[in-house]
């Protein structure tokens, strides 16, 4: 069993940044991608990016390409997400997934974990 637990998430005025990290309690195996997923209030969850917890390869969304940076430390089971240049569409409840099945790393129905989320609020 894993659990996820995300936090740094907080209120910004469009333009800051903000780090947010989940820590992985129990076994995750070297072979597993990762992701970060957001939800606004009324639409779907959607992929923001994700990041293979052996190798490093990473995928974004085009919408957060260039501003946002994932990245992991294993020695710390933790995935981080660096959100720079924040606009106020970025404002979402922000999950960390572990554990993708066979498919796009965007579609949140494939992964088996997850976290409460983190909620980010950008102001303009």
């Known amino acids: 069993q894993v659990q996820l637990v995300e936090s740094g998430g907080g209120s910004v005025q469009a333009g800051g940044s903000l780090r947010l990290s989940c820590v992985a309690s129990?076994?995750?195996?070297?072979?597993?991608?990762m992701a970060w997923f957001r939800q606004a209030p009324g639409k779907q969850r959607e992929g923001v990016a994700t990041?293979?917890?052996?190798?490093?390869?990473?995928g974004y969304a085009d919408s957060v390409k260039g501003r946002f940076t994932i990245s992991q430390d294993n020695t710390k089971n933790t995935v981080y997400l660096q959100m720079n240049s924040l606009k106020p569409e970025d404002t979402a409840m922000y999950y960390c997934?572990?554990?993708?099945?066979?498919?796009?790393?965007?579609?949140?129905?494939?992964?088996?974990?997850w976290g409460q989320g983190t909620q980010v609020t950008v102001s303009s």
């Open positions: 997934a572990a554990e993708r099945g066979t498919g796009s790393w965007y579609d949140p129905r494939l992964y088996r974990y």
């Open positions: 129990g076994y995750i195996t070297s072979g597993v991608w």
């Open positions: 990041i293979h917890h052996g190798g490093g390869a990473t």
